[in-house]
């Protein structure tokens, strides 16, 4: 028998990580949870369209499980796949190797691998808030120490950053920058310009950026390559960058999980170390799926922009012209970002809404601290009557 | 500007972790890349079968895509497919609730999500090894301490657990203990009564068990339930284990990333956390796949299994009758692990195999240093005169 003396305790004292316990369920889970199996309750609380995947890239996949491609593949994902994703994103932003690009299981595992390749536990990471709650739990489930810089609700409903205090909470001693533009829940979006000043400050303080761009398609400012604003335009292949992509948004992917990463070159092959210890690879046929929505690119993607944006200009006015409403039509996304006058309790008031009026929102509070008050409303709704139904629940709930 | 002074470069002197350079690429791919593109050389270094998945399983997922099923869905799984493999592993185990079963990204993905509920920094981890390489990588990626507790080649070819000595190695410093039995590639089992010995201490240290058994099915000596003992035989629900299964190996399913967790209940919502942040879901239709797999299990596992076996006693003879090989049958698994006398460098053997004689196996030094000297070969062949041709490549070779 060993020397040491047993502890006399086998119940789950701790059952597990206490850092994992501090991590909140989703409270959009728990506005869902609510409403579950309601078929009354109009749903616009989960970020993603209710229009299934288009035809032609469902049968790529379907064609690939038929030929029997059943089999591993590549870490970094099928070498066509990774050219076609390079050509995509060099058509975007200039130049983008295939040497920079891993295939990942959607977009929220490419911020995690990227996460695990640059984080060791007690690093300093810091977020732009308030965002998608993914990205802030990540640097806590890898030990991390966050520190968020809010963004400010503006008059208008809209939100700003305040670069100055953005580039005083960036210090040598930050190892990583978390970003999200277009940003879920605010449609808040970084300039060209705002994008130079943190990454020219990020190169001085050593400082990686992580950049989630999912959403950069679906942008309704005008631009010359029908796109926001990227940090790919910017930066150089060995800067300090890491871009997270997805098939989700811009091709009605979400139930898929396939997204990207694009990383200095230098990076690539030890992520492709962290895809096998993560995930292995991504499903052949699911990779099949991707290049078919590549190669159909210009027929899905500009629909698909065209119909968010006749959302968000159904849905906003019809907001707007609610008293007490506060809402800024999102620069980019597909979520209108509201508050309403005398409603401080977000997780009440979207439980109260789900009961009382069968409209279902994800509370503000679910995003951040400083959001709490505040409603987010995903307008990607292949019917936009569904949207001035949703409207006339609230405008009815509210006694207008 | 902030008031620090910025560093000076901004070059990648420190591109990533430094943890993550210590990783080793596979050792088992870069004996693969150097026969890659060679159509002369017969490949046996990957541990999958080249039989595509059968087609009821496919067709399934064909089904789901055609009906567009292409959304998000509950992080834990479809709630029937937990209900169904909740019900497989009772009929193999005993009674297992739905409570406890998370649905993953493929075992790898299990794996990796076990680790991050359990480690923190700097805990400590045990692992019996020789293993497959991403069980003792992972604890790394986390940035925990890993101690290997070494099996010992017996003399006819046989792997044999020390259990003094991994008694010893786990004290009540030791968080987690990771093992896996069937094992990857010694072919080593556990039997009941270890696994009792096991359990016993680590309650009293009060150490998590994560046992990876995947191949629990292709099993080869004689049993009740036709599986390999398992810690679901003997432990209770609210023990601190965790079992990693996988659809990969006893229903053809290499390629499309889907397994499971079986944990104590209190722990699944968190995991549930844990599986939002890595993947947020397996697709719909993935999972499909796995419920049609699961309602033809008695078709296809037992046929798969008698096949393995039947591989397994083509080629095992055929290598103990070569001089010099050192050879046992594995009682688990779908790997013959052997040694050639004379050849203590098996990175280097490997590769002279593929280049000269046109043979793909593993380098055991890809799985510890202890395996320095063996080969691995995967037997999992749709013809097992595959094997036999193997045999004959080595043969000659050899010079016999």
Redesign the interface.
Known sequence: ??A?R??S?????????A???T?Q??RIREVANAGMGRGDVLPFW?G?S?E??PQVI?DA??AS??R??????HNLGLPDLREQVAAYASRLHGAVGMDRIAIT??G??AL?LAM???????DEVVAVTPVWP?LT??PV???ARLRCVPLSPQPDGAWALDMAAL??A???ATRLLVLNAPNNPTGWTLSAQEQCTILAHC????TWILADEVYERLYYEPTPNACAPSFLDIAQP???LVVVQSFSKSF??????LGWLVM?P??T??M???V???????????QRAGLAALAHEADITPRVVAHMRACRDTLVPLLQALPGVSVAPAKGGMYAFFRLEGQPDSLALAKRLVAEAGLGLAPGVAFADEAEGWLRWCFASQDTGRLAEGVGRLKKWLGL
């Open positions: 028998m060993p040491f047993f502890h305790t086998r119940s789950l004292v701790q059952p597990m990580r850092t994992l316990a991590l369920e989703s989960f993603e209710d299934p995947t469902r996949a379907v499980l038929q029997g491609e059943t089999f591993y593949s299981s959607g929220v595992n995690m695990q390749a640059l984080l060791d536990a007690g993914n739990a990540q489930v890898l030990g580039l005083a960036i210090t040598p190169r001085a303080t050593g060995d800067d300090r009605l992917m979400t139930g898929w999980r200095p230098a990076l092959p030890h492709g170390k962290l096998e210890f993560n995930t292995s690879c991504v499903s052949v046929f699911t």
